[in-house]
């Protein structure tokens, strides 16, 4: 034990090592570590105790210590074991992925070159240190940049304009999709669109993986609060953030195929939030019935699906049609607080027509004069005030959407954290998690042949978070589990 005398020495570090230090390579080499590194890791110590203690405090002062230690504490914990483990990773496979997205850019780019009026210096040589990739000059497609030196200038924008296509600012997708949706085909625009869209997914897709591998797995970093409601989220590499229709979570995947991936996710998990918050607010179980009863032949309503049909008069809806699309994505919008638009209008009216409740619930708590929201397992969460006034909101009031949101994402993080618990308590030998991606967690099923095994120990957790949360009315089939090759074959 130091004492203050000795504490005082320690913190007393010459400036010049304090930034030394503050670099990660200062900490990645084999070297041993030295007296003065010793002392400045001593010093972070001493430092990270006090904001500790001084923040236990402040938990303690607007009531979320318990909250802290019965989730955020054992989270905390857990997080770097998930990390340290990483995922199975097809490398190869997706190498050749990143290739084939170079070949189709160049292919691109041919095509480009081939529609695009000749380079006013096409043919010339460029200077020897010039950063373009180019030898001669001709147009790279690139954002264009009017301060950049020209031998370096990005030129998209000259191209497009040297075409007779006047009135763009600049090349971003968003402008060129803009461009072709207003003034209809044009195969210029088309053809630079795709190109550099294509590029930019390689060069993503590229980096992704970079930094991120090792042995055959992929590491990411795991942040216990990583949004306003709670939520743990992924960095570098960002796996939450592969595209769900994509191929990409298919290379998520034991190339030798001794391990298996296993998705379990929590289904419909805000809407069930939702009937809870409702049916404790105004007695209205409406929609609390939906998971809580069973039709006459023992399955379960897909609401997505009968809201679909109310709003279009359509009986002939199944899972595939766009019209149960978009009921889905409206019933979501609605657990979120949002409110209508001409699309959606006849969404919205067939989903407060059967559930009254819900409506007046959000009428009356989006506008209460009060910035702390708090979940259902008495997490707290600070809503944002408006900055300007507009159709529904007033100035200086808290945000209504942010007001209705609360609640119900918050909610969503303490039981998906709370099942992250339950699982780490009584995780197999045959199966380890690897990382929760929003309401789903991901899991290598170790040995492929206690798929079943698996799948009742993850449910089971999943089903006890649910039940100590929102009752067991709501925790019927609310989890959906499937064991594949590869994470986007489980989905």
Not at 50 to 65: E, P, W
């Amino acid at each position: 034990m130091l004492h203050k005398a000795e504490w005082s020495n320690v913190i007393a570090i010459r400036c010049e090592s304090k930034k030394r230090y503050q670099k990660v390579g200062a900490w990645v080499n084999d070297s041993p570590i030295d007296e003065e590194a010793g002392e400045y890791a001593l010093a972070d110590v001493k430092h990270l105790e006090d904001l500790y203690l001084k923040l236990l405090g402040r938990l303690q002062s607007i009531g979320q210590l318990e909250t802290f230690e019965k989730m955020e504490s054992p989270i905390q914990q857990i997080l770097p074991r998930l990390m340290e483990r990483g995922a199975p990773l097809d490398v190869a496979t997706w190498d050749t992925a990143v290739e084939r997205l170079g070949k189709e850019a160049r292919s691109l780019y041919k095509t480009a070159l081939r529609v695009a009026p000749d380079h006013p210096r096409k043919g010339e040589r460029k200077r020897p240190k010039s950063k373009t990739n180019l030898e001669t000059w001709d147009w790279n497609f690139g954002s264009y940049n009017p301060r950049t030196q020209d031998e370096n200038r990005q030129d998209a924008l000259l191209a497009l304009q040297m075409a007779g296509i006047e009135g763009l600012g600049d090349v971003r997708d968003s402008t060129l999709e803009a461009y072709l949706r207003d003034e209809g085909e044009n195969e210029l625009v088309q053809a630079i669109l795709d190109y550099r869209q294509k590029l930019s997914q390689k060069g993503r897709m590229e980096n992704f993986v970079k930094g991120a591998i090792l042995g055959g797995r992929i590491y990411t970093q795991l942040h216990s609060y990583g949004t306003e409601t709670g939520r743990i989220t992924t960095s570098d590499a960002h796996l939450q953030g592969l595209d769900k229709t994509g191929e990409w979570r298919e290379y998520l995947r034991d190339p030798k195929g001794e391990s298996k991936i296993l998705r379990a996710d929590l289904d419909q998990i805000e809407l069930r939030i939702l009937a809870r918050v409702v049916a404790d607010a105004t007695g209205d179980e409406s929609l609390l019935s939906v998971y809580r009863d069973p039709l006459p032949d023992g399955s379960f309503e897909d609401l997505h699906t009968s809201t679909a049909r109310t709003a279009t008069g359509k009986k002939r809806i199944t899972k595939k049609s766009p019209e149960r699309t978009k009921s889905k994505a409206t019933n979501f919008s609605i657990a979120y607080g949002a409110k209508p638009n001409m699309e959606t209008k006849n969404y919205f009216d067939a989903f407060f027509e059967r559930f009254p409740g819900v409506q007046e619930w959000q009428e009356e708590f989006g506008e209460i004069d009060d910035f702390w929201c708090t979940s259902l397992a008495g997490r707290k969460r600070f809503v944002d005030p408006y900055l300007t006034d507009g159709r529904y909101r007033r100035q200086g009031w808290p945000n209504r959407e942010q007001r209705l949101n609360a609640p119900i994402q918050t909610t969503g993080t303490d039981i998906m954290k709370l099942a992250i618990i339950k699982m780490m308590e009584t995780e197999p030998t045959f199966a380890r998690l690897l990382f929760p991606a929003h309401d789903e967690a991901v899991i290598e099923l170790l040995d492929p042949t206690k798929e079943e095994e698996s799948i009742e120990w993850v449910t089971e957790c999943m089903e006890r978070a649910v039940v100590e949360i929102l009752g067991e009315d709501l925790a019927k089939n609310v989890v959906d589990a499937k064991v594949a090759r590869s994470w986007g074959e489980a989905a």
